[in-house]
Each structure stands twice: as structure tokens, then as C-alpha cells.
T-cell receptor, first 115, second 117 residues
Framework: AQTVTQSQPEMSVQEAETVTLSCTYDTSESDYYLFWYKQPPSRQMILVIRQEAYKQQNATENRFSVNFQKAAKSFSLKISDSQLGDAAMYFCAYRRGNRDDKIIFGKGTRLHILP | ETGVTQSPTHLIKTRGQQVTLRCSSQSGHNTVSWYQQALGQGPQFIFQYYREEENGRGNFPPRFSGLQFPNYSSELNVNALELDDSALYLC????????????????FGAGSRLTVL
């Protein structure tokens, strides 16, 4: 069975600094997708970034980038120039292939931004 | 383009009761998924509906059931409520399963917080 592990329950970063959130996963599949979702106090899950396993190039979205290490089954999220609005729960997530029905989420990392 | 809307936002029930949660999918999306998020945990997949039929189910008992309507909106029903059913229930809509990689991104609603006493 596939699993997603986030080993950092909470992290803090100074505003304008860079922070990296860790995630490891376990799967025997070769075709899969990895995601980082943000859940602010409003509770609505927002997709931050997505990585296709078959792509070697790390995905980037503005201040957000990932370090995808397929052999190590590691998928970390780097947030550059942290802003107060980045404060939220961040969930790493996995989906098998492009036709699968479910996403498997980690337990999340709560990110605090210090002014 | 309207997003995913869920109702009610909060509700309180007692053990043994039944509850119905509702979800309207984003315009253009015909697939709806439901997730349960217990306090301090990540969301767990309950089931998915596509073309008004269940299209996959997670590890939840049969007292969790759902419906999808012709307009793609959906209901989650939970019978015989237990204390452990207290959670945030998230609905997410997407384009049909399969297709190109961009077509299957989930759009989430803000959830329904259920408290079972």
C-alpha cells in the first residue's frame, strides 16, 4: 500500500526567509503524481504544486519549488521569500497514475511565519 | 467560474443519528470525491462519484453512502453516527478520471465540520 510521511508536525520561519518542508512516500508504482496542498484556517485545500513522476525536472510555481528525488522517494517543498499569507497546514499527497480515484495525504506540517 | 460549495458548514449530531452533507461541484467538473479529515490528520478518501455512480471507495464502512445527481452535485450520507465520525468532511470536484495530466486536478470546498456528541 502507498503511504505518505511528513516528519515535521510544525515549522517556523522568519518572514522573507526560505523554508523547506519534508515528505517521503512509499510506492511500488512507476506512474504517479505528487502534490503539495495548502490548507489555511479557512479550511479550503489549495493546490500549491504538482509533480509528475516521469518528469525529471523539478516543478516550480513562483516562490514554491520542489526537490523530487525519485530513487529516494523524497518530495520536499521549498518556499522562498516567505510571506505572512503562507502560514497554513501543508499536506504532501500522492496519486497513483492519472486515472486513479483517490489521493493519499500525509498528516501535514503546520507552518508558522514569524514577522 | 463558481467553485465547490458545501453545506452545512457546521453541524452537531448525537450518536446513532443520521446526517446528510451536500456538495455542489465546480462548473465544468463532473467527478466528485469525498474525504474525511479528523482533527490533526490529513484527509482520507471516502469515495468518488462519476456519472452518478460510485467510482472507487476507501476503507469506510457501508454506513457511509453517497449520491451524485444529474447536475453533478453530490450528497454524503452517514448512518448510525459514532463519536469517531466527528471530523471535517471535504468535497472535491474534478474533470473526468483519466485524460491529460492537467484535467484531474481536484478543487476542494471549505468542508462541513461534523461534531458527534
Amino acid at each position: 500500500a502507498q503511504t505518505v510521511t511528513q516528519s515535521q508536525p510544525e515549522m517556523s520561519v522568519q518572514e522573507a526567509e526560505t523554508v523547506t518542508l519534508s515528505c517521503t512516500y512509499d510506492t511500488s508504482e512507476s506512474d504517479y503524481y505528487l502534490f503539495w496542498y495548502k490548507q489555511p484556517p479557512s479550511r479550503q485545500m489549495i493546490l500549491v504544486i504538482r509533480q509528475e513522476a516521469y518528469k525529471q525536472q523539478n516543478a516550480t510555481e513562483n516562490r514554491f519549488s520542489v526537490n523530487f528525488q525519485k530513487a529516494a522517494k523524497s518530495f520536499s517543498l521549498k518556499i522562498s521569500d516567505s510571506q505572512l499569507g503562507d502560514a497554513a497546514m501543508y499536506f504532501c499527497a500522492y496519486r497513483r497514475g492519472n486515472r486513479d480515484d483517490k489521493i493519499i495525504f500525509g498528516k501535514g506540517t503546520r507552518l508558522h511565519i514569524l514577522p | 467560474e463558481t467553485g465547490v460549495t458545501q453545506s452545512p458548514t457546521h453541524l452537531i449530531k448525537t450518536r446513532g443519528q443520521q446526517v446528510t452533507l451536500r456538495c455542489s461541484s465546480q462548473s465544468g467538473h463532473n467527478t466528485v470525491s469525498w474525504y474525511q479529515q479528523a482533527l490533526g490528520q490529513g484527509p482520507q478518501f471516502i469515495f468518488q462519484y462519476y456519472r452518478e455512480e460510485e467510482n472507487g471507495r476507501g476503507n469506510f464502512p457501508p454506513r457511509f453512502s453517497g449520491l451524485q445527481f444529474p447536475n453533478y452535485s453530490s450528497e454524503l450520507n452517514v448512518n448510525a453516527l459514532e463519536l469517531d465520525d466527528s471530523a471535517l468532511y471535504l468535497c472535491a470536484s474534478s474533470s473526468p478520471p483519466g485524460g491529460d495530466s492537467g484535467a484531474n486536478v481536484l478543487t476542494f470546498g471549505a468542508g462541513s465540520r461534523l461534531t458527534v456528541l
